[in-house]
């Protein structure tokens, strides 16, 4: 499935639209939070982090409508998927503030206790399945954390491998992509940023479309 997801993702490459609007957007608000929150010391800047880290995961939702279309043989257009998304739009965003508050929290809570990052970690494996929950069956905020939850302690191990996959991905790829750019302007280094994350969350759209639909 991993592998399979590579020259499908080539071959339908306006799969990135979302991801890639988004990612603009995440620019916007860096840049943003950059001139209203350096003044007062940074002081709300993780406000726009959060805001941009909803915006990419509905974008990933669009891109989960799209990837399954793909998986189903049919021409899988950005444009079917968008129109879809958009009468879906109310569960998607709900999702995707549920997730971000939930790993957030975890993450306040886990720092209490000095396991910030096991309890974020186990929150997301539990939550994985959310915005597929959210944008391709349907399901409101509630319920699509309920069926990732469900899903996630049906199979462990197959959730286990896509929560590595997303973590690889979202993280250590642009980790070791960025000295590569390392050295340009800030504002381009943010924007090569940025349409790097976009492309990787396209990839990701397939497998976790494919693997929804199978654990659903």
Known sequence: MYLRSFPLLF??????????LAAVVAVLLDQLSAFTTDPVGGVGSGIYAWIAQVVYLMAFGVATIQARDVWRGYKGTFDDAWGEAKHKIGTIAMGAIGFTF???????????????????????????????????????????????????????????????????????????????????????????????????????????????????
């Open 102 to 216: 939930l790993v957030s929290f975890a993450g306040t809570l886990g720092a209490f206790v000095h396991l910030s990052i096991l309890l974020v970690l186990v929150v997301a494996f539990l939550l994985i399945y959310t915005m597929p929950a959210a944008a391709i069956g349907g399901a409101p905020a509630g319920f699509a954390i309920q069926a990732s939850y469900r899903a996630a302690i049906a199979h462990p191990w197959a959730t286990a491998l896509l929560a590595i996959a997303y973590v690889v991905c979202t993280t250590f790829v642009p980790m070791l992509l960025s000295p590569l750019y390392a050295g340009l302007p800030d504002i381009v280094v943010k924007l090569i940023g940025a349409a790097v994350t976009a492309l990787l969350l396209a990839y990701l759209a397939f497998p976790f479309a494919k693997q929804y639909q199978d654990v659903a």
């Open 11 to 20: 071959r339908h490459l306006s799969i990135v639209t979302a991801p890639l």
